[in-house]
């Protein structure tokens, strides 16, 4: 890979404080995006992807706040701009789908002059909004985009709203764009539409993705390089192939044996032993440890550091690799 990555998260640590006191929900992450690649977060529920993306965007909901690191786009740290500059970069450089486009859509206007009204905001001079609004939606090959362009969200299936939520992210061209779960709550055949879609935009603008996912198999058909996140930390990052063909940290064995094997006569669930800590219980070494079948004292004693164990592989963990294999 050449040239310095879009983004570059270093050192990212996200706090909330609670009535039990302070606890980082992301606890010193450092990921990077090059241009035009798409990195994939995966990990279990409550490990930090959404925290994460949140605060990538400036939007870490209150009581929680970004306590350290740097968020760099093309080398400028996000997290040091005022409100009104970081408000431009959201929806100009970085945009963001979620899981439930109702969520985002406004049930009482229709698609069109949402879609017009993330225009205008982005740029006030704008003209031809309702052309470009109707182009965007072909973009994203909704049929009929003259018509649907006057519908209600609630007119919409499931997966015509997340292309309405794409045409809005893409429509000021941004250079990254963040997936939270975008096909999460769709069925399997408009996911593989919509995973598709994505694809083809990318290799079309050249922008970056970002794919937060708990889905395995949406990670390996889309990402090039993969995070792996644990309670608030990142315990293995890998090219995707490397990732899957060659995973390091016990719990990416894990995640990776709790896809069901299409291969066999069932589906066979490997589930990993154990439930994640408590954030107010996190045990001071790895803290994968208490659920590790190869843990040995010293992963209790200190948090192991994500090291580099072949080109561009690193893992947090201290029996990688070798004792993983015996
Ligand atoms: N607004 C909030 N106030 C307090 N704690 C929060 C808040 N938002 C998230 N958290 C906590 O931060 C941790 C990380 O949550 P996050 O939503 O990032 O997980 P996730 O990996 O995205 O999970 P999911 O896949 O379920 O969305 C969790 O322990 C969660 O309870």
Redesign the pocket.
């Given at each position: 890979m050449t040239g310095a990555p879009l983004l570059a998260v270093k050192g990212l640590r996200t706090s909330?404080r609670?009535p039990n006191g302070d606890?980082a929900?992301?606890d010193g992450v450092d990921l990077s995006v090059p241009r035009g690649r798409t990195l994939g977060i995966v990990?279990?529920?409550?490990?930090?992807?959404?925290?994460?993306?949140?605060s990538v965007m400036g939007l870490?909901?209150?009581?929680?706040r970004v306590a350290a690191g740097q968020v760099l786009l093309e080398g400028q740290d996000l997290l040091t701009l005022p409100p009104a500059a970081m408000r431009h970069i959201r929806g100009g450089e970085v945009a963001m789908i979620f899981?439930e486009p109702m969520t985002s859509l406004n049930p009482v206007h229709p698609i069109g002059a949402q879609i017009t009204e993330a225009m205008r905001a982005h740029d006030p001079g704008a003209t031809d909004l309702r052309a470009r609004a109707i182009a965007a939606l072909a973009r994203v090959r909704i049929p009929a985009p003259e018509r649907r362009f006057d519908e209600y969200p609630h007119q919409l299936s499931g997966g015509m709203r997340q292309r309405v939520m794409i045409a809005m992210a893409l429509a000021c061209a941004p250079k990254l764009l963040i997936a939270?779960?975008p096909t999460t709550a769709l069925d399997v055949t408009v996911q593989a539409q919509i995973l598709d879609l994505l694809r083809d935009l990318q290799a079309e603008t050249g922008m970056s993705i970002i794919l937060?996912t708990?889905d395995l198999g949406v990670v390996a058909e889309m990402a090039d390089e993969v995070a792996v996140?644990y309670a608030?930390r990142v315990v293995e990052r890998a090219a995707a192939r490397d990732l899957f063909e060659d995973p390091q940290h016990p719990y990416t064995l894990g995640l990776l044996g709790s896809v069901p094997r299409l291969d066999e006569d069932r589906p066979r669930l490997l589930a990993i032993e154990g439930t994640v800590p408590?954030?107010f219980a996190l045990p001071p070494g790895c803290r994968f440890a208490p659920r590790c079948p190869f843990a040995v004292a010293a992963c209790e004693a200190a948090p192991p550091p994500l090291r580099e164990i072949s080109p561009g592989h690193h893992v947090a963990c201290l029996r990688a690799p070798v004792e993983l294999a015996a």
């Open positions: 909330f609670t606890f929900a992301v990990g279990e529920s409550g490990c930090g992807k959404s925290v994460l993306s949140l870490v909901p209150r009581p929680g899981q939270d779960e937060i708990h996140m608030g408590p954030p």
